[in-house]
């Protein structure tokens, strides 16, 4: 069945530091990759989606480039600002159930 | 409504007590997700309902867990004889579409507490 692995946090960075965020999927089909984020007492909610293998989602400055030969999806920001912090989920469509989700990552911004 | 909605927003309740969560979609979205969150887990898939189909009830953790749904409105997350294990989050999602490819639009959760 489909499963999505990330990276585990906390992950703690000073601002304006550079970010990955790794993600690895098992899947079968062409799904499409999703990270969601959910800040500090928010619902989760769509950060950048990639439909097809080669696409780059991108938003907020975030960037992250679906790899079908390393089955990965790692969301990337060059300069990260201490309002990024929030839990991020990466995720994979196209099964049964819904999206799949990964178990989550704690970023952590230092000013 | 502007987005998901869930209600209530925080609920303590006594081991054994049953509970009842509610979730009202983004009118129109057809597909309707209920997960569950503990504390520093992932996200962990409960019950899937889309348009007027049979739910998908395999991600249910006992039968002590139920969800009904009125048509493509509002749905209901029953937990029956609560258990001190079922403290999470519990969340609602929808979406327009008819393939598990959508965009997912989350409500903010009702924080379920069981002493």
């Known amino acids: 069945g489909n499963s999505v692995t990330q990276m585990e946090g906390p992950v703690t960075l000073s601002e304006e530091a550079f970010l990955t965020i790794n993600c690895t999927y098992t899947?079968?089909?062409?799904?499409?990759l999703f990270w969601y984020v959910q800040y500090p007492g928010e619902g989760l909610q769509l950060l950048l989606k990639a439909t097809k293998a080669d696409d780059k989602g991108s938003n907020k400055g975030f960037e992250a480039t679906y790899r079908k030969e390393t089955t990965s999806f790692h969301l990337e920001k060059g300069s990260v600002q201490v309002s990024d912090s929030a839990v991020y989920f990466c995720a994979l469509g196209g099964g049964a159930d819904g999206l799949t989700f990964g178990k989550g990552t704690h970023l952590i911004i230092q000013p | 409504g502007a987005g998901v909605s869930q209600s209530p927003s925080n609920k303590v309740t006594e081991k054994g007590k049953d509970v009842e969560l509610r979730c009202d979609p983004i009118s129109g979205h057809t597909a309707l997700y209920w997960y569950r969150q503990r504390l520093g887990q992932g996200l962990e898939f409960l019950i899937y309902?889309?348009?007027?189909?049979?739910?998908?009830k395999s991600g249910l953790p006992s039968d002590r867990f139920s969800a009904e749904r009125t048509g493509e409105s509002v749905s209901t997350l029953t937990i029956q004889r609560t258990q001190q294990e079922d403290s999470a989050v519990y969340l609602c999602?929808?979406?327009?579409?008819?393939?598990?490819?959508?965009?997912?639009?989350f409500g903010s959760g009702t924080q379920l507490s069981v002493l």
């Open positions: 899947a079968t089909g062409y799904p499409s």
């Open positions: 309902f889309q348009g007027n189909s049979a739910p998908d």
């Open positions: 999602a929808s979406s327009a579409g008819g393939t598990t490819n959508e965009k997912l639009f």
